[in-house]
């Protein structure tokens, strides 16, 4: 998966299309990214009575497919492209400058 934890990613597609924020987490076996204050959900917990805990809603973010996300490199959008160092290491480049991320 091209997204890694830590980017920053702006969303091309889905009811939050054109919101930026940062990859808390990244679920490469589902194809998804969990992004900061993007693809909001609301959450109902359950009261605990034995833990004397009351129920509450509870507003979370949800996995968003890789897809519907693009690197933000410069405030613009661009492609991870993947290019081979000379001393054999593997590093994530941007399409759009060609430039390492």
């Known amino acids: 998966m091209k997204i890694k934890k830590g980017d920053e990613v ?4 889905g009811k939050d299309k054109g919101a930026t924020g940062k990859v808390k987490k990244a679920l490469p076996k589902e194809q998804r990214v969990i992004v900061e204050g993007v693809n909001l959900i609301k959450k109902h917990k359950k ?42 290491t593997k590093v994530r480049i941007s399409r759009r400058t060609g430039k390492e991320i």
């Open 10 to 13: 702006i969303v091309i597609a």
């Open 47 to 88: 009261a605990n009575q034995a833990g004397g805990q009351q129920g509450e809603v509870v507003t979370l973010e949800a996995p968003i497919h890789v897809s519907n996300v693009a690197l933000l490199e410069d405030g613009r959008p661009t492609r991870v492209g993947y290019r081979f160092k000379e001393d054999g």
